[in-house]
């Protein structure tokens, strides 16, 4: 199983980034997948879940309203819509299984919100 992330960037204060991540080796359609995030100093976080069904969605309280997640099973691949972005949205962004699995991390991609 293998997890490649990009889409990120610098971007300013209010901007919006979308943030992909191609998954192979695995049947896509038939795990739910999540976003994570790792700031400097903090521990991995998780952002955003998506479920089997398209319509199962969940966010960390400081993403509602501002973030969607989203999948295309057809190009196996999994998505983070990131707008109204804040300082505080800076951190390395990872995407893996909603159950992560310890041997999946892929590099991530890096988002900075800085004016």
């Known amino acids: 199983v293998q997890f490649v992330e990009s889409g990120g960037g610098l971007v300013q204060p209010g901007g919006s980034l979308r943030l992909s991540c191609a998954a192979s080796g695995m049947i896509f359609s038939q795990y739910g997948m999540a976003w994570y995030r790792q700031a400097p100093g903090k521990q991995r976080e998780l952002v955003a879940g998506?479920?089997?069904?398209?319509?199962?969605?969940d966010y960390k309280d400081s993403a509602k309203g501002r973030f969607t997640i989203s999948r295309d099973n057809a190009k196996n691949t999994v998505f983070l819509q990131m707008n109204s972005l804040k300082p505080e949205d800076t951190a390395v962004y990872y995407c893996n299984f909603l159950v992560p699995r310890s041997n999946t991390w892929g590099q991530g991609t890096q988002v900075t919100v800085s004016s």
């Open positions: 998506i479920g089997l069904d398209v319509s199962n969605t």
